[in-house]
């Protein structure tokens, strides 16, 4: 039962539903105690001072979100903070960490041509989904009050987005590395629209001179031969995440730099290798932090996925073809435009098969999906519960990335390994003579 909940991203599942049905109570006992909840201010654990409190009860009553709090002054320790920004950074480390293995000699995409494509796949799941919701909103004649939300389709939630892959082609297939690239690509791509078009603090480059300190001081201690990973989060780790913090990027990817410092096999071990042959300092950090990551992902659905059954609306349509129709059909037709035109190849073992189940795998754009939405609309109201509604429909990706595996011949790993019926039925025929 361990190994089930652990290994099938569980805790993941089972946190979305407890928020969605704790928000979606009555008034009396619904959002308001669930937001009391998500903005609880840890401080309060320890102080008792007034002004704490009085943070707390501010960013309560405003329903205002740790980064907004953060950009007006507040700084409290809210749960939702300690969740979305210092323990995901963990799992954003894990996924970069399968990425980077994956370059190395043997991995699925340590040929540069081959990790072309999922970064030119990355470019259609960014231009798809905008076009889509663009000419959707201008053929409504509403583009004025929707054109704003057309980056909310654009991002891949990578944690829920992993599961289903999981689920679909099984520990180890190069289409998770495919995808995990594509997902964190796209969601970088993400956080620079988000700069860019839609800002809502000043950013201070500054402080990634930090960052790249933080790096310099990672490949110092791997030539040392320091070989603890945990010297590497505590120190290059830390002042990478306070960098992005302080540079007012998203510090969940503050560990991503680090990552390629930590010393490593010599060719890709995978995600899912034996526990004896975690002897590199960077394999032993994945098994180490892989049970505990499956925890913060619990922690992380139950703080996020708390989205009210509001109203559905113009909004809800344009998001959800904006990832049901143009995210797959971008994916798709760019990355086999880089085969035809450019010439490029996919990992081996992949195909366009295989690319198209992606597509509708990276639909799932959830957490990033909600964020913009919010600050593509920042009045609440019916547009902002319209498109967020269209955000959480995007659960609704596993069915049509399930269907479109068994459409296309690709058997699902979780319904078992294929029965030969050849093989059953000569085996009948013994047993009945």
Known sequence: MKTFLFENSIFLVLGSIAAIVWANLDSAWGYQSYSHFVHFDLHQLFSSAHGTVHDAAHVVATGTDHDAAHSAGHHGLTLHFLVNDILMALFFAIAAKEVWEAVLPGGALCDMRKAATPLIGTAGGVIGPALVYIIGAFAIGNLRD???????????????????????????????????????????????????????????????????????????????????????????????????????????????????????????RGLFAADDVHTDALNQFEHWWKNPVELILGLFALVNAGVIFSSFGAGTWLVTAGLFVGKPLGIGLFTYGAMRLLKLELPSGMSMRHVIVVGCVASLGFTVALFVSTAAFPVPGPIQDSVKMGALLSFLAPITAFGSAIALGIRPVVFGPKRDKTVVGNAAMQNAS
């Open 146 to 268: 929707l054109g704003p939300g057309w980056a909310i389709p654009c991002a891949t939630d990578i944690a829920f987005s992993y599961l289903i892959a999981k689920l679909i082609f099984g520990n180890g297939h190069p289409a998770i590395s495919f995808l995990l690239l594509l997902a964190i690509a796209d969601d970088a791509i993400g956080l620079a629209i988000l700069a860019v078009f839609y800002p809502s603090a000043e950013t201070h480059f500054a402080w990634l001179a930090m960052t790249a300190a933080a790096v310099l001081t990672g490949l110092a201690m791997k030539r040392y031969k320091v070989n603890s990973f945990w010297w590497y989060l505590l120190v290059p780790g830390v002042m990478s995440w306070f960098s992005f913090y302080m540079a007012g990027i998203h510090a969940a990817l503050g560990l991503v730099p680090i990552i390629p410092t930590l010393p490593h096999a010599a060719r890709d």
